[in-house]
């Protein structure tokens, strides 16, 4: 029988809908529960093992509707049916109860100290005691952070690690671009079929220092080996610039004119500040804003750093995202404010409004944009091609697949 590790960070991506960006320390867990977050990490964790369960079954099932070609792909491409495996992880929402809802087999290991409230110690004794009973992978369901506890548990143990995306940025190589995704990979690998090898994939972090001085930016911790999978396995985030300033303000002279006299709620990163400030506004970085935009006014921020709640209160808006360098996500890898609900009420794709300097689609060397929003039948709906802003008048019709 083959055996596969499971261990969950159950307050991974807490803080995401409500705005405050990830959930490292007590306190921070505390006031987004108090904002009304609800922990995901743990369906998120099953949603990857149900994929597994289903391959494991010989039903093929792929990424689901809505998926691009190569994003698609079920148990034939992926190497065949694999027998169900045992799974070993911790008690509770550590993994037990994300097995259950799977439908699967658990193995419990004892992990000292671990309690109602899991810390980052809890993670590496997690990782530990399931590594020590022989795995033939470990699938950690978090964010960076939890990828940096991995590392720091295996301390040059040798395991084969693949992540399941619950967190809030993931700049880290060695998650699937969804759950789904990743319960694809891992049905490859435990497949033995020859087809995926793995590679040294890096596991980053945002730096902070970077942060406070006014950039985006990543660190590099080190790398685990994560079955090579390139479209279902999400690439590194890349550093990037906000562009020309010529290019810039083509791109903020379009989103004035599309948006005309009304709200424009815009994503975190580089090139969003950039056009906000081309519009005469002073943004956030890592949050989302709300700016009004009226023809002849200058322009008024309505809303800093809003939480999911916060950009509904707001009513209707235009909705400006780009795309993360070199992984080229969309939705669900640090905007997780703006949710499906946000999303639906402003419209869907109609409302949606891709800026990207043509240097930065370029970068992306023909690999689509990616969507993680969470709601499989939404991202259905946003998947296709859509019109990319890439200047005054100018834009690219680019695909958009899960």
């Not at 490859?188 to 950039?215: F, K, N, P, Q, T």
């Not at 499906?340 to 043509?358: D, H, I, K, Q, S």
Request: charge should be neutral.
């Amino acid at each position: 029988m083959t055996r596969i590790g499971l261990v969950v960070n159950p307050v991974a991506g807490l803080g995401g809908r409500v705005g405050l960006g990830g959930t490292d320390g007590r306190e921070r867990r505390h006031r987004a529960l108090a904002l009304g977050a609800r922990a995901l990490a743990g369906e998120r964790a099953a949603a990857a093992l149900r994929e597994l369960r289903e391959l494991r079954a010989g039903s093929g099932v792929g990424a689901g509707a809505g998926a691009g070609a190569g994003a698609g792909a079920g148990a034939g491409a992926l190497g065949g049916a694999v027998a169900e495996p045992e799974v070993v992880t911790a008690a509770g929402a550590m993994g037990a109860d994300s097995v259950a809802a799977a439908g699967l087999t658990a193995r419990v290991v004892y992990v000292p100290g671990a309690g109602d409230e899991t810390s980052a110690e809890d993670t590496l004794a997690a990782v530990r005691a399931v590594v020590a009973e022989g795995v033939d992978l470990l699938l950690l369901a978090g964010g960076d952070g939890t990828a940096r506890d991995v590392l720091t548990a295996l301390d040059g143990v040798h395991c084969p690690v693949l992540g399941v995306p619950t967190g809030v940025k993931m700049h880290s190589a060695v998650f699937g671009v969804s759950p789904r995704a990743a319960g694809q990979v891992a049905a490859a690998w435990l497949a033995r079929s020859g087809s995926v090898r793995l590679r040294d994939a890096e596991v980053m972090d945002r730096d902070e220092d970077e942060l406070r001085a006014g950039r985006v930016a990543s660190r590099l911790y080190g790398w685990l080996p994560v079955p090579d999978v390139p479209v279902r396995v999400q690439q590194r985030k890349t550093g990037s610039t906000a562009g020309a300033p010529e290019a810039v303000g083509g791109i903020a002279a379009e989103v004035a004119e599309r948006v005309g006299d009304g709200l424009l709620a815009l994503g975190p990163g580089s090139t969003t500040r950039a056009v906000a400030a081309a519009l005469g506004a002073d943004v956030s970085l890592t949050g989302v804003d709300v700016l009004a935009l009226r023809p002849g006014h200058p322009t008024e921020v309505v809303l800093r750093d809003g939480g999911e709640d916060a950009l509904l209160a707001a009513g209707p808006c235009w909705i400006g995202l780009s795309p993360i360098g070199g992984q080229g996500f969309l939705l669900g890898r640090g905007n997780q404010q703006i949710s499906p609900r946000v999303l639906r009420a402003a419209g869907g794709r109609e409302r949606l409004l891709v800026l990207c300097t043509e240097q930065k689609l370029a970068s992306l060397g023909g690999r689509p944009l990616l969507l993680d929003t969470g709601d499989e039948a939404l991202d259905a709906e946003l998947a296709g091609h859509l019109p990319v802003i890439t200047g005054r008048r100018r834009t690219s019709l680019y695909r958009l697949t899960t």
